[in-house]
């Protein structure tokens, strides 16, 4: 344990010697007390899913156990537009497990996510961090396994053009400095990443490099490791909030909007997804997918045309799912293949010596490498309110356990390795799947038709899902992935509009 403590990049970790999970009311107060921490930050994410910061300045050691254990009162209806005005006060509570130092602040800092409760002391039904732990709660009891989640957050700098070392255009993916000018902001976004807790698998750059206007558009990437569902979703909006404030201190502009312009790469948040139970991934059995996996990928299939709903939802998402692209259009799954809906991704199921191989040195040791095996939902995007996507995966993969028929669903949508749907030699294949919505309007639609998959076991509200629904239709985007690939300018504008979303 020691070993594990001591490298934990958390400073809140290594003074306790604790891992964060453990972390206690006490605990807090003894890191603030003895390292003179004067403020203490409380966040929690509205509705847009960007997090807000409620500042408290420490006056004494009561005050600070009192602002742990009672939390505040914050206006809801001014965090969510569905909160009437009359009746909006909420509770912030804070989850002693999230804290870390703020890496930003001059004055010692130490900030904390926060969960919402009711007037009454209730979890606040409709916040959606509560209905992502209602959906593993209820996935845990219909299963008996633990959902893990882990986010790939794919993402845009612009900056002023640099002809200095260019690269060809689309031709970024994984190149080194000086080729990809934004090497040290990726690093150090990943080290303060990591020191707020989250849990780094690597970072590297993307596909998307092109110059427009004048300015130049380099697309990179930071991939996490799974951890508990919910756990990866706080990481996820803490990330994002890291990625924007180090950017502003760069003097460049950030965005995870899923589409810049036609014709260029897009940026996914790609979801992968693992079971363990008693601790053990529940993965890979003789080294084959176990029916667990093909379950929970029949509920990403029979659901998929609805989940677009709360993981795409912006009309400039659906300029992301089109073919060829290497972005998903057709509900099927497969094999280390990126344009399907779901992707198997190498999972080490073979025991292997490829260490051994790659150094002579190294004995061969068969080694079992297989609780690294995932699978990957590859349709959302960085505008996805993140507690509400992994919420609504959560249901979709409970649903799977719950559908008689799950595995003949994921063998009739399974296509072979190595089988591009989008070309036209499989032009049959594709033709026999079903289709992801093209529009926040078909999303929604689908939405309604599958509303019992995620209302079921009270996860989410039917007043929820009644505004998501409204919400994703007053956007009357029926025709406008169409009318913005004839026009770049419209496109760029709505970019412009809202390159800072999510």
């Known amino acids: 344990m020691s070993s594990t403590i001591n490298m934990n990049p958390n400073s809140l970790v290594q003074f306790l010697q604790k891992p964060a999970s453990e972390f206690t009311r006490k605990d807090i107060v003894r890191y603030c007390v003895e390292n003179e921490i004067e403020f203490i930050n409380f966040h929690y994410c509205g509705w847009d899913g960007r997090l807000k910061t409620l500042s408290f300045v420490i006056n004494s050691e009561e005050h600070l156990e009192n602002i742990l254990e009672a939390g505040e009162r914050v206006d809801g209806s001014s965090l969510f537009p569905f909160v009437e005005a009359g009746k909006s006060d909420l509770y912030v509570l804070p989850k002693y497990k999230t804290a870390f130092r703020n890496p930003f602040t001059e004055t010692p ?94 970072g590297h750059s993307e596909v998307g490099n092109f110059t427009q206007d004048g300015k130049n558009y380099e ?25 924007r404030q180090l950017a502003y201190q760069y003097g460049v502009s950030l965005t995870f909007a899923p589409k810049i312009t036609p014709g260029k790469a897009g940026s996914g948040m790609h979801v992968h997804c693992k079971f363990t139970k008693d601790g053990k991934s529940m993965m890979v059995k003789d080294g084959e997918l176990t029916d667990e996996v093909k379950k929970a990928i029949a509920g990403y299939m029979d659901a998929g045309t609805s ?26 799954w497969s094999f280390s293949n990126r344009s399907a809906l779901v992707r198997v991704p190498l999972g080490w199921t073979k025991p292997s010596d490829m260490a051994a191989i790659a150094n002579p040195l190294e004995k061969a040791q068969n080694k079992d490498f297989s609780s690294k095996q995932t699978f990957e939902w590859r349709a959302s995007d960085g505008f996805a309110d993140t507690y509400l996507l992994m919420a609504a995966l959560c249901c979709a993969a409970r649903h799977g356990f719950e559908m008689g028929d799950a595995l003949d669903v994921a063998q009739k949508t399974y296509v072979g390795l190595g089988v591009n749907i989008h070309d036209a030699s499989n032009k049959q294949v594709q033709e026999a799947l079903e289709q992801l919505p093209a529009s926040c309007v078909e999303a929604a639609d689908e939405l309604q038709k599958d509303r019992q998959i995620y209302t079921s076991e009270g996860v989410f509200s039917d007043a929820l899902v009644d505004f998501y629904i409204k ?32």
């Open 109 to 202: 800092t130490v900030d904390i996510l926060c969960s919402f409760f009711n007037r009454d002391g209730e979890p606040f039904e409709s916040s959606p961090e509560y209905v992502l732990r209602k959906a593993h709660k209820a996935f845990q009891a219909k299963t008996g396994m633990t959902m893990e989640t882990m986010g790939e957050l794919e993402y845009y700098i612009v900056s002023e053009e640099d002809d200095l070392f260019a690269v060809a255009d689309q031709k970024g993916y994984h190149e080194s400095a000086p080729f990809n000018k934004f090497t040290d902001f990726r690093l150090e976004a990943m080290k303060l990443i990591a020191q707020a807790g989250g849990l780094i698998k690597y």
């Open 219 to 243: 697309q990179n990437e930071i991939e996490f490791l799974p951890t508990n569902i919910e756990d990866a979703a706080d990481q996820l909006v803490v990330a994002k909030w890291m990625m």
């Open 307 to 332: 989940l677009p709903a709360f993981g795409n939802p912006h009309p400039l998402s659906f300029m992301r799912l089109v073919p060829h692209q290497e972005a998903p259009t057709s509900l099927c």
């Open 471 to 502: 919400f994703l239709k007053d956007f009357n985007d029926t025709t406008l992935r169409e009318e913005l690939q004839k026009d770049p300018q419209r496109l760029q504008k709505m970019v412009s509009d809202c390159i800072d979303k999510g």
